[in-house]
């Protein structure tokens, strides 16, 4: 019998599953299988441990098994992310125990699949167009964007959808949507559409809304009529007011939706890179009120921490595992640069793995002299010219730039300009703020409250491409930031993938999971 763990945070383990019992055989294939929760943002570490069950317990459940009457054989651990980003995501292991000697013991070995538990890949992308909206302001147009909210028993509403904000028009077309049948479960099922005047502070004025299903949806679409909205009168609340604005669905369509996994099982990968800050601002770093200052006792500052979290997962999705690494606001040979190569070399910026650019920033402290400003265009535009590569030479590569910086930006419109270009490429951009300053213009350049960064020219950015947060909450004891600074990846991932078409690329050999 296999059994199944999860090793958490403080060591302890935390069981997810056992095996049958496989009678009599020195090579056993279980068909037991075990259900966690993938996670892109964390490193889940797994243990399976397999016992000899004695022939006087092999009619009781497994479950009712006591291990400690049991012959334990070995165990073998991984994470599960090295599992997934395999072809097959199959992984071989080394079986060990330690005998009473403390001497490793090799006991064969066990072989892990993974599948990605998915219902249904069936997708409905749709195209709305409102007419005839009733404005919200009174000196300028609405801003209006669309809310999908599932009504679920007892009433319930759940958004599971929003479109973007359209500026200053009153029927207004929206890139379409798509709406998986995971996310309403039933094309029957009542679905409630809001139509919102988009507002800065968050406070968006409703300025109707209707319920339909999505099979309602389709037959506006097939008849090519509009649907009128509602809104709570003002005289009675318990009264809907029927509107002049209307709801049109000018584009209805099947589509099979590809989860992130069935990406990297075929063989995508994810390109980490890093960008560090060397201003001023950060202090001299030989003294301890530095947040570059490199404690002799092992403790990781600020930078060294961000640095080893967010590379520590990325790297298990990035096979050859050479990471661009660059500094900014420095001054080499008694000129400031705000790109340049963080292992010293003049041509090559490449370092290996996690550890590589950990002793390249150490190294760079030496010969680096903290200036300033604050400048992020460069480092963002040389990302993206990597990133622009590899859609040049057709690689299956989706770049991520991490930018660690204490300060506030200089050059916030050509920040804005580089990121408005770089939203067409593979690339995304995680941002941690180190230290105590104000770091309002960080939050800016995130997309998360739903209006698109837009360039001097009045050009919009195709999608959100920048995650922000600041590190002073990791030390806060809150729930990990650097979690929440990763969680959007792979949606980020997924909405490039899908706005150009890109599929994974199954054989015979590798089918989908199911």
């Not at 007419?131 to 209006?144: A, M, V, W």
């Not at 759940?158 to 094309?187: G, H, M, R, S, Y």
């Not at 589509?255 to 992130?260: L, T």
Request: proline content about 4%; some cysteine; charged content about 20%.
């Amino acid at each position: 019998m296999a059994i199944g763990y999860v090793k958490k945070y403080n060591g302890t383990l935390e069981e997810i599953g056992r095996t049958e019992v496989v009678m009599n055989s020195l090579n056993p294939v279980w068909i037991g299988k075990f259900m966690i929760a993938y996670h892109f943002e964390t490193i889940q570490p797994l243990l399976f441990r397999v016992y000899d069950i004695d022939t006087k317990y092999h009619k009781l459940p497994v479950k009712s098994l006591k291990l400690e009457e049991q012959e334990y054989l070995g165990e073998a651990s991984c994470f599960l992310s090295e599992i997934v980003t395999k072809h097959n995501k199959s992984l071989t292991l080394n079986l060990q125990r330690i005998d009473g000697h403390g001497v490793t013991i090799d006991r064969g070995s066990i072989s892990v699949h993974a599948e990605e538990a998915i219902s249904s890949r069936q997708a409905f992308e749709m195209i709305f167009r409102c007419t005839q909206l009733k404005s919200t302001d009174l000196f300028s147009k609405s801003d209006p964007f669309l809310r999908i909210s599932k009504i679920v028993e007892g009433g319930n509403i759940i958004p599971i959808c929003k479109t973007e904000a359209v500026k200053n028009d009153l029927n207004p077309t929206w890139k379409p949507v798509c709406l998986t049948t995971q996310q309403f479960e039933n094309k029957d099922n009542p679905l409630l559409v809001e139509c919102f005047d988009f507002d800065s502070s968050g406070n968006h004025a409703l300025i109707g809304k209707l319920q339909k299903s999505v099979a309602d949806l389709e037959i506006l679409y097939q008849e090519k009529v509009g649907v009128n909205f509602l809104k709570p009168s003002s005289v009675r609340h318990d009264h809907m007011k029927t509107l002049k604005g209307q709801l049109y669905v000018d584009g209805f369509r099947e589509k099979m939706i590809y989860s992130f996994l069935d990406y990297i099982s075929s063989g995508f990968e994810l390109n980490f890179m890093v960008a560090v800050d060397f201003t001023a601002s950060n202090r001299n770093p030989r003294l301890p009120d530095s947040l570059h200052y490199v404690d002799p006792s092992g403790r990781l500052n600020a930078y060294q921490q961000a640095i080893f979290e967010v590379g520590e997962v990325i790297q298990f999705y990035d096979s050859d595992k050479k990471f661009p690494a660059w500094g900014f606001g420095g001054r080499i040979d008694g000129v400031v640069s705000h790109c340049f190569n963080l292992n010293g070399s003049p041509s090559e910026s490449e370092v290996y793995g996690v550890n590589g650019v950990m002793s390249a920033y150490s190294t760079a402290l030496h010969r680096v002299a903290l200036a300033g400003p604050t400048l992020f265009g460069q480092v963002i535009t040389k990302a993206a010219q990597i990133a622009s590569q590899s859609v040049s030479y057709n690689q299956k590569k989706y770049s991520v730039l991490l930018i660690i910086t204490d300060g506030v930006l200089t050059d916030l419109q050509e920040t804005k300009n580089a990121l408005v270009k770089a939203s067409d490429l593979p690339l995304s951009i995680l941002i941690i703020g180190v230290g105590g300053a104000d770091f309002k213009e960080m939050e800016i350049l995130d997309g998360d409250n739903g209006k698109r960064l837009e360039s001097s020219t009045g050009r919009v950015a195709t999608r959100d491409i920048v995650q922000f947060v600041p590190m002073r909450e990791v030390h806060g004891g809150q729930i990990s930031i650097i979690q929440a600074l990763l969680q959007e990846l792979p949606g980020q991932f997924l909405t490039y993938m899908r706005s150009r078409n890109i599929v994974p690329l199954f054989n015979e050999e590798h089918p989908p999971a199911t």
